[in-house]
Every structure is written in structure tokens, then in C-alpha cells.
């Protein structure tokens, strides 16, 4: 099974961006998904997770960005607003099937943020 993002690309500061990951097989298990980025030179931090009953952010985008799911046709996105030159960054779907699942990455979708 695959993941698959779309979305990125150029922005100016202060645009907005949506990023899309959709899992190859539609009717394939993940019960988390969330998106990860990773800027030159730093680890990869949390963006946004979402699973059943529970939504979290990391702060560096707390009221920016907003994820949300189609369990239907089993994607995840991120809105991004008020974006920053800070989340210029390469930007990873995540899905897991729970505690002792297995874990999925997608291969990243450039985002830029410059004017």
C-alpha cells in the first residue's frame, strides 16, 4: 500500500495551501493519519494527526492549519493559512493501523513559502 500526496508547490507569505494524501487502496485499514514535515537541516516534527475521537497540532502551526479525513475514500488533508517562510519544509502523510500496526509514509511534497 502506498501514500500519495499532492499539493505542494510556491507560496507567498501569508498564502494558503492545501495538501492532499490520498492511501493507494481505498479500502485499506489506517486508523491514524497526519501529516509530518521535515525543513533542511532539522528532524521531522508533527504538523497534524487526526484518529477516531482525537485531533492534535504541534504548536508551530496551532491556528494555521486544520486537518480532516475522507474515510471514504480514505485521504487526509491540510489546509495551511498565514503561511510562513518558518514552513518552507518537505511534507510527509503518516498513516498507522494502531498500537502494533504498521506504520505508512508518503515520499513528501515539497512546500515552499517565499516571496
Known amino acids: 500500500v502506498q501514500l500519495v500526496e499532492s499539493g505542494g508547490g510556491l507560496v507567498q507569505p501569508g498564502g494558503s495551501l492545501k495538501l492532499s494524501c490520498t492511501v493507494s487502496e481505498t479500502t485499506f485499514y489506517i486508523h491514524a493519519m497526519g501529516w509530518y514535515r521535515q525543513a533542511p537541516g532539522q528532524q521531522r516534527e508533527l504538523v497534524a494527526i487526526t484518529e477516531p475521537g482525537r485531533t492534535n497540532y504541534g504548536d508551530s502551526v496551532k491556528g494555521r492549519v486544520t486537518i480532516s479525513r475522507d474515510s471514504a475514500k480514505n485521504s487526509v488533508y491540510l489546509e495551511m493559512n498565514n503561511l510562513k517562510p518558518e514552513d518552507t519544509a518537505i511534507y510527509y502523510c503518516?498513516?498507522?493501523?494502531?498500537?502494533?500496526?504498521?506504520?505508512?509514509w508518503g515520499q513528501g511534497t515539497l512546500v515552499t513559502v517565499s516571496s
Open positions: 503518516h498513516g498507522n493501523q494502531g498500537y502494533g500496526g504498521m506504520s505508512y
